[in-house]
């Protein structure tokens, strides 16, 4: 018969030295900071809303309020649908070089009585955030990453203020004149990389 002292310190002694154990000790670790991530966030998940989560951006500063979510814009900083690229306007509906509304399959969008919607507004992302939160807004610098083979702008909406988007501390980035980073858009430029 097995001594049961012994035995369990022949157990904890293989717990402690073998492959076995080190891998129960790991996974334990793992799990515990899984159960956290998931406490963090479900605390979290709003704050979490507003940051970036597009290629070339470091996820350090928020994207700026886009009418369909992702924050890409054209040349004169005008809203695009990130999928397709495709203009929208400030409601996120696709719409055409006169600003009326489409359907998905590209024809006017119209009323019950058939006659075609009106155009809604079509803000710059930038100013539509300062209009939004009340604060002075730039379309200031920019720089570019390689995104899927073509290289994207990514541009710096600027503000005085003196926190970004996220609510912590502005970071200067490339605005110019004292201006700090306030959200973040992106341009996809076609030129290949």
């Known amino acids: 018969m097995r001594d049961p002292k012994r035995s369990s310190g022949l157990e904890r002694l293989a ?3 073998s492959r076995r154990g080190f891998l129960a000790r790991v996974s334990g670790v793992l799990m515990s900071a899984a159960g956290a991530q998931a406490a963090v966030g479900v605390v979290t998940a709003d704050a979490a809303a507003t ?4 290629c070339g951006h470091t996820y350090t500063t928020g994207n700026c309020p886009h009418p369909t979510g992702l924050p ?3 040349r004169q900083g005008m809203p695009l649908r990130a999928k397709d690229g495709h203009r929208v306007d400030d409601l996120g509906r696709p719409v055409d070089t006169k600003g ?3 359907t998905p399959a590209g024809r006017l969008l119209r009323d019950a009585d058939g006659e075609p919607l009106a155009p809604a507004p079509r803000t710059q992302v930038c100013a539509a ?3 939004r939160y009340g604060i002075r807004t730039y379309n ?4 570019y990453r390689c995104c899927g083979g073509q290289v ?3 541009v710096d909406c600027c503000s005085p203020h ?3 988007i996220n609510g912590d501390a502005g970071l200067g980035g490339y605005c110019y004149k004292g201006r700090k980073v306030f959200c973040v858009q992106y341009r996809d430029t076609n030129v290949p990389c």
């Not at 940051?51 to 597009?54: A, D, G, Q, R, S």
């Open 15 to 17: 717990e402690d030295t």
């Open 51 to 54: 940051y970036t989560n597009f």
């Open 72 to 74: 890409r814009i054209d």
């Open 100 to 102: 009326r509304p489409l």
């Open 129 to 131: 955030v300062a209009q």
């Open 140 to 143: 200031d610098g920019a720089w």
């Open 152 to 154: 994207r702008k990514l």
């Open 162 to 164: 003196p926190k970004r």
